[in-house]
């Protein structure tokens, strides 16, 4: 171990291996429910430290990481599914704010696995998958947006089941199937017509004026 002339937390002593490869032995042989202990203090000192979106993937980590080691260790995990859970989503919204979309469609996919959300929780963790897919071009993003909108349009939100269809609109805009898109596009401004005023419903009627 090296102790390193600056540390990346201020106020912090900062020691680093030499080598990835010790550092990966020392680790394997630590007991797996060690390992999850340890990695649940790492999760809860990093959220200490305040600025999450600074350190949203490495909490998301560690959270996971705790997860699967007490589940393959048979440890009870419902203190930290819930962390697991919230820190994922906050990685997945961090890479999709950096348009590092296939990241964060991993990262709501991971956060899905979890479990333990309500249905409006779920939804909104759908559509926001559905949305990276989307961004990131890929092959399922029509199946995921008509999934996400049934599952928003099933807890009553409009606004956002709107969006994910003005983004289908835009998917079948681009394959040539104008009609169906202009069946999203009415689908989209039905929704919004009567919501008040709000950053998805001028996002909904920006699409439907452009096309």
Same mark, same amino acid.
């Given at each position: 171990?090296?102790?390193?002339?600056?540390?990346?937390?201020?106020?912090?002593?900062?020691?680093?291996?030499?080598?990835?490869?010790?550092? *990966?032995? &020392?680790?394997?042989?630590?007991? +797996?429910?060690? $390992? !999850?202990?340890?990695?649940?203090? %790492? @999760?809860?000192?990093?959220?200490?430290?305040?600025?999450?979106?600074?350190?949203?993937?490495?909490?998301?980590?560690?959270?996971?990481?705790?997860?699967?080691?007490?589940?393959?260790?048979?440890?009870?995990?419902?203190?930290?599914?819930?962390?697991?859970?919230?820190?994922?989503?906050?990685?997945?919204?961090?890479?999709?704010?950096?348009?590092?979309?296939?990241?964060?469609?991993?990262?709501?996919?991971?956060?899905?696995?979890?479990?333990?959300? *309500?249905? &409006?929780?779920?939804?909104?963790? +759908?559509?926001? $998958? !559905?949305?990276?897919?989307?961004? %990131? @071009?890929?092959?399922?993003?029509?199946?995921?947006?008509?999934?996400?909108?049934?599952?928003?349009?099933?807890?009553?939100?409009?606004?956002?089941?709107?969006?994910?269809?003005?983004?289908?609109?835009?998917?079948?805009?681009?394959?040539?199937?104008?009609?169906?898109?202009?069946?999203?596009?009415?689908?989209?401004?039905?929704?919004?017509?009567?919501?008040?005023?709000?950053?998805?419903?001028?996002?909904?009627?920006?699409?439907?004026?452009?096309?």
């Amino acid at each position: 171990l090296r102790r390193e002339r600056r540390s990346s937390v201020a106020g912090e002593v900062e020691y680093a291996f030499r080598h990835l490869l010790v550092r *990966d032995v &020392a680790y394997g042989q630590i007991p +797996r429910g060690v $390992r !999850a202990d340890k990695h649940r203090v %790492a @999760a809860r000192w990093i959220e200490s430290l305040g600025r999450p979106e600074d350190h949203a993937e490495m909490l998301a980590h560690h959270y996971l990481s705790a997860l699967e080691l007490s589940r393959a260790a048979g440890q009870p995990t419902a203190d930290i599914a819930e962390g697991a859970r919230d820190a994922l989503r906050e990685a997945g919204d961090r890479a999709s704010s950096l348009n590092s979309f296939g990241a964060a469609v991993r990262f709501y996919d991971e956060a899905l696995a979890v479990g333990s959300f *309500d249905h &409006a929780d779920r939804a909104d963790v +759908r559509f926001r $998958r !559905a949305k990276a897919l989307h961004l %990131a @071009a890929g092959e399922e993003r029509d199946e995921a947006l008509e999934e996400a909108r049934k599952a928003l349009l099933e807890v009553g939100d409009f606004e956002r089941a709107a969006e994910a269809d003005a983004l289908l609109a835009e998917v079948w805009w681009h394959r040539g199937n104008r009609d169906r898109s202009r069946d999203h596009l009415d689908r989209a401004h039905a929704l919004v017509e009567e919501l008040p005023p709000s950053a998805g419903k001028a996002h909904v009627l920006s699409q439907v004026s452009r096309y």
